[in-house]
């Protein structure tokens, strides 16, 4: 019995081997140029988002609130992945340990889970806008919108810490060659040595509940809004109603197909070798065009932002002009 358990301790894997994308050197070398340059870009947009809802006093509203939010949550969502991406991209190593793997696992998961629930949020906040305005301010109140933050960061966390339980602890033999450029799910399901049923069973409970919950407010409350708008009598009032909800809506619609039967069925659609193509979609796609949707459609958002840039630059000079 003690040789048999030795025997099985032997095979349990200590570490993975990403795939990634595999391609002749030169083309390496072009994608990290690619995915370097749309991560730190990526990153810089949103900073700048961030920077400037918190210097601008008119964006101090719940809708930015949540905006600012998500720009933060989107940071550390590509920053989960794209380092070692790139990392793997220069190496002939690219392998991850297993404690590695499900640290990434988890906290993408947890970015993943966060952001269905807060872009329900705020479409949520903008029924209220336009179908409540007169009670807005009553009910979007700062204490709600601090409970409605804390509760997506709460549910993503727990969630992904019960897939996590599960996914963990299955079997891993040899050295598993995952055809993937990060740990997801799925391909973490198919390298598995063991029977994985009830571990997909459980993921794909919570990726239901995740998606369709959320989903379903979305849709419940874009349904109400278009309904209201389309009441509205004057056209300039209700194109200038649409406008409030038309980059959220945009984003939605991005980030909810391009996620949607990825995580819906785990197991199945790694069977696909699409399935790298769309992850690059909402790993790295998405997040890039989300600062730049909001910026195109909201007139407050860009003229903060050009404040913000100004601000900025004019005290460069200013302090450039002191020193000399």
């Known amino acids: 019995m003690v040789t048999k358990v030795l025997e099985v301790d032997n095979l349990t894997t200590t570490h993975f081997i990403l795939l990634g994308f595999p391609t002749r050197p030169a083309f390496q070398l072009l994608l990290f140029s690619v995915f370097l340059a749309t991560y730190l870009l990526t990153l810089l947009e949103n900073f700048f988002i961030i920077l400037a809802i918190h210097s601008d006093g008119q964006l101090h509203k719940p809708m930015y609130s949540f905006l600012r939010q998500l720009s933060f949550l989107e940071m550390w969502y590509v920053t989960v992945i794209s380092p070692k991406m790139l990392a793997d991209f220069l190496s002939h190593d690219k392998s991850i340990s297993f404690n590695g793997c499900m640290t990434q696992l988890y906290f993408f998961v947890t970015f993943v889970c966060t952001e269905y629930i807060l872009l329900a949020v705020m479409a949520f906040d903008r029924y209220v806008a336009i179908c409540n305005p007169l009670r807005y301010p009553v009910i979007m109140t700062n204490q709600l919108c601090g409970v409605l ?57 919570l990726a239901l509940m995740v998606i369709a919950v959320p989903l379903f407010v979305v849709v419940t409350s874009y349904t109400i809004i278009i309904a209201t708008i389309l009441k509205i009598p004057s056209s300039q009032g209700r194109q200038k109603a649409f406008s409030t909800c038309a980059s959220h809506l945009t984003v939605v619609t991005l980030f909810y197909s391009t996620t949607l039967f990825t995580y819906a069925r785990p197991k199945l659609m790694y069977a696909y070798n699409s399935n790298k193509v769309v992850s690059v979609l909402y790993t790295v796609i998405v997040p890039l065009l989300n600062p730049i949707i909001y910026c195109l459609r909201n007139r407050e958002v860009k003229a903060a932002l050009k404040k913000t840039i100004l601000c900025k630059g004019s005290g460069s000079r200013e302090d450039g002009a002191v020193s000399s």
Not at 156 to 181: D, E, S, W
Request: glycine share 8%; hydrophobic share 45%; proline share 4%.
């Open 149 to 205: 933050a804390g509760g997506c960061w709460f549910c993503g966390l727990v969630t992904a810490m019960v897939k996590m339980v599960f996914i963990a602890r299955l079997q891993y033999c040899g050295t598993p060659h995952i055809n993937h450029y990060f740990c997801d799910i799925s391909p973490l399901l198919n390298v598995s040595c063991e029977d994985s049923s009830q571990a997909e069973l459980v993921d794909f409970f």
